[in-house]
């Protein structure tokens, strides 16, 4: 009997992390010694390099993507009577942050092609209680950006970009993150960008706003124990600033490599379209960091089941709607979502990852070929 391949990683944190390893245990030890574990001189520093990386005025890192939405929401003034527009097919976060400050989200159809939110079905979301438009940078590449920001101004919207697995990615002159009124995204550890553990940040030009969301961040306080605004504890970890300023330098490089790996597998599997693989498409006027490589496959669990038989992984970004979800059916007003559903059906990811090989991808490629017969 012929042994079982070692498993191809689907991510691979450990690999990144011995190539700054010298940097990185520095820069914990440094932390460890000056003791300022909470909101210490690193998180300043890492927030001015975030926002000199995305090309805008202020930056504050956060204890989560998750909060970072929390708190611009609540500095917008978002809850009660509200409601938000976003895609229907995302991580529930982008829905669950909408629902905890007591606003309903309002899910709309995707793109088929991008996955990101239909521009040209928002319209048709509106009412006289929409707030807030949240276009979610799915699998790494922005939204139409331009086109939702023209709409948010004709309506007298605030628009919060999700960008959670876009961070950085380029959109015309700007990057996902900076690309509204305000911009979400999380350093969850498989980000392209993450920290180790949870951490998050937001992004903004708006001076007043930003003050505003400092002050949530820190439980609504404008001065030691003298509080002016309902907030949460959405502090940051300094351990995690520490880990992310080298991890930070070393992400232009990443996101090449990102590009070069899934710019590889779509050469590699373009043959199989033909056998109803359909390969991830980026607009011409953007890039993507390729959070996920996700293709659209009929028969998934076959197509799974047969990776898995050749020791690759796959993971399915996401399995439903977020208005299929059981805690949300009541919570949400959800026009249809075709294009949604479909998504859920079809969609699953392969491993990418920036310290790759074309050992590594060759043997996801082969797998799928054999999956196919081809």
């Given at each position: 009997m012929t042994n079982k391949p070692s498993?191809?990683?689907?991510?691979?944190?450990?690999?990144?992390?011995?190539?700054?390893?010298p940097e990185?245990?520095?820069?914990?030890?440094?932390?460890?010694?000056?003791?300022?574990?909470v909101m210490g001189p690193e998180v300043d520093e890492l927030e001015k390099k975030l926002a000199q990386y995305l090309g805008c005025k202020q930056a504050l890192a956060c204890s989560s993507g998750t909060d970072a939405a929390i708190i611009a929401m609540m500095a917008l003034g978002i809850g009660p009577g509200d409601e938000v527009i976003m895609p229907g097919f995302s991580f529930i976060a982008t829905a669950e942050t909408v629902v905890l400050v007591g606003a309903k989200p309002v899910l709309v159809d995707i793109d088929p092609h991008t996955y990101n939110i239909d521009i040209h079905q928002i319209e048709a979301g509106l009412s006289e209680k929409t707030r807030a438009i949240v276009p979610v940078g799915l699998y790494g590449q922005a939204a139409d950006m331009d086109e939702i920001n023209a709409l948010a101004k004709k309506y007298n919207l605030h628009v919060i970009e999700d960008a959670a697995q876009s961070f950085g990615a380029p959109y015309k002159s700007g990057k996902s993150g900076a690309l509204s009124l305000v911009g979400c995204t999380s350093f969850f550890?498989?980000?392209p960008l993450g920290c180790y553990g949870d951490g998050g940040a937001i992004f903004t030009n708006d001076d007043s706003l930003a003050e505003a969301m400092k002050e949530i961040r820190v439980h609504g306080q404008k001065s030691r124990y003298y509080h002016t605004r309902i907030g949460v504890n959405g502090r940051f970890d300094t351990l995690q600033a520490a880990i992310m300023l080298p991890k930070l330098e070393r992400f232009g490089w990443e996101v090449e490599q990102r590009e070069k790996w899934a710019r590889?597998?779509?050469?590699?599997?373009?043959?199989?379209?033909?056998?109803?693989?359909?390969?991830?498409?980026?607009?011409?006027?953007?890039?993507?960091?390729?959070?996920?490589?996700s293709l659209r496959v009929p028969g998934r669990e076959t197509f799974q089941k047969t990776l898995a038989e050749h020791s690759v992984p796959t993971s399915v970004h996401y399995p439903s709607t977020m208005?299929?979800?059981?805690?949300?059916?009541?919570?949400?007003?959800?026009?249809?979502?075709?294009?949604?559903?479909?998504a859920a059906r079809e969609v699953v990811s392969l491993p990418i990852y920036p310290d790759m090989t074309e050992e590594i991808q060759d043997r996801v490629v082969a797998a799928i070929f054999k999956h196919f017969g081809a």
């Open positions: 498993p191809v990683p689907f991510i691979d944190l450990k690999a990144q992390y011995q190539a700054l390893k990185i245990d520095a820069n914990i030890q440094k932390v460890l010694d000056h003791g300022q574990f550890p498989a980000k590889r597998y779509s050469e590699k599997l373009a043959p199989l379209s033909s056998e109803g693989l359909v390969l991830p498409f980026v607009k011409e006027d953007r890039a993507s960091v390729w959070a996920q490589y208005a299929d979800q059981p805690a949300y059916r009541e919570r949400v007003r959800a026009l249809p979502l075709p294009e949604s559903e479909r």
